[in-house]
Structures are given as C-alpha cells and as structure tokens.
C-alpha cells in the first residue's frame, strides 16, 4: 500500500512538473508572439519616424552650428572660449535645445504609438475570442504587459541613441566644464561626479531611465484601455497624465518632479525617489489595474 501510495504521489509531481512546463513553453510562445507583434507594428515605424525627425532636427539646428563654432574658433588663441562637446549638445544634454524640450514632452505618445493601445486593438477585433481558445487569460496579459512595455521603451530610446551617435560623429567626447556650462547640472544633481568625469556613463544612465519610463508609459496606456469605447482616448491618456503633471508642477514651482525635466540628462535628477516613484507607482499600478480589468471584462 506504502508502495501504491508513493507511486501515485510520484505520478502527480510528474504530471505537474508536465503541466509546469508546458505553461511556461506556451508563456515563451505567446511572449515572443507579442514582442514580434509590437516591433512589426505600423505604430512602431510611425513612432520611429516621429522621434527620429524631431532627432535630426536637434542635429541640423544645433549639432551642426556647434561643430562649425569648434572649427572656426582658435582655442589656442583664446584659451578662455571651450569648445562644445557631446555631452551638453546631444537632444538630451541641455534644456535650452527646443527640439529636446519637444520631444521628452512626447513620450508618452511614442511609447504608446508601437502596442500601448493593442489589447484594446485585440479586443475590439474580436482577435482575443480566438486567441483565449488557446492560451490562458493571465499569460495572455502578462505577455501583453511585457512586450508593451519593450515596445515603448525601444521607440523613445533608440531616436535617442541616433542622435547621440551624430553627437559623437560630429563634436568631441570631452568632460564637461561646470566653468562654462551649457545645462544645469552642478554639486545638487545626483550623479554629477559621474558626468563631470565619465559623461558617455551618465548619458547611458539617462538613456536606460528613459527607456524604462517609456515602458512606463507604454503600461499606462494598456491601464487606460477600459476607460472608453475610443481608441484615440486609450492613446492620448499618458500625454494628458504627463502633460497635466508637468504643468501642475511648473505652477507650484517644482519642475524636479516633471517627467519632461528629469529624464533630461542636460537637467539632471535632483531627488532618486522622484524617479523611482514614478516607474514603481507607474508600473505596480498599471499591471493591477490592467490584470484585474484583463480579467474580468467580457469578450465573448
């Protein structure tokens, strides 16, 4: 009897460790599904195209001017004049650029543009009917949920890195002078040891905050799909929120705690929690909305 009983308890761990796997082989599935879905999304292209347009005008308006200025000015002669570098003159390295101030204020609408609007997409298609006879709701949303949140940060980042790269071609990588400097950045920002030392490390510390808060935006947007039968609602919700924020805090005089400013690396962080309240707050509360909602709502 000791014997049968332990057989069949073998039994049951085998069938579960079956059952384990093969919801994880079907989570990879349905995840490389949507990821692919949201990288081959016309919004994608759109969103690329947007961000890289207002990217190559920073180059042309400024990069260019800034790279003529290094060459027909002597430095020799005037020791006092320092010539522009990357790090104060990429799209995100100063304030002052008007090109930047445009495009960290639309983020949320490139992020959303790749798949931040899909689930409603799918929904209103009929294309979850089919798609819930095969995988189950959970995976389904958490897949979702991910490639979203890819999809959105690879659509700010990589106009980004297009115009650092110009940056790079264009100006010399040199360590940036708190003397002359072309932003805010001094002794109050955080990591300003770093950019007055290694500037391409700082600039890269921006480029991943900016990637997350783009996946940030990207979630809010999936949050948002239960608030009207409009999908352009759906799509303009995170620029509203972040449009609403910004000004909220430009009134109270605390533009350290907008998005449009922090994620500037030109502008600086001022407070570390203010960055982590945003992508904590934004992604705990995106996911549980969109879970539960994802849940419940009927598509049959």
Known sequence: VRQRVMEQRTEVMLLREAELELKEKHMKEILKEEVGRSLRSRGMTLSLALGGIIAAAQVIHYQ???????????????????PFAVADSWIGGSTEYLEGFLYFLIIPILAVLPFGASYFSDQASGFLKGLYTRVSRKD???????????????AVVLPLVLNLMC??????????Q?????????????FYQIYFSHPAVYIVIFLCLDFVMGGVWACT????????????????????????????????????????YFTQSGYGIQNALVPAAYVLLGLMSAWVIFRKKGAKVDIF
């Open 221 to 260: 947007a999936l949050a948002c799909s239960f608030l009207s039968d409009y999908k352009i609602v759906v799509a303009v919700c995170p620029f509203f929120l972040q449009l609403m924020i910004h000004v909220i805090c430009t009134m109270l005089n605390g533009i350290d705690y907008s998005s449009v």
């Open 167 to 176: 940056a790079l071609v264009l100006l010399p990588n040199l360590t940036p």
């Open 178 to 190: 708190s003397v002359f400097a072309h932003n805010g950045i001094c002794a109050a920002s955080l």
């Open 64 to 82: 260019v001017p800034h790279h003529d200025w290094n060459l027909t000015n002597d430095m020799e002669a005037f020791p006092i004049l320092y």
């Open 140 to 154: 389904y949303l958490a897949a979702k949920y991910l490639a979203a949140f890819l999809s959105g940060g690879l």
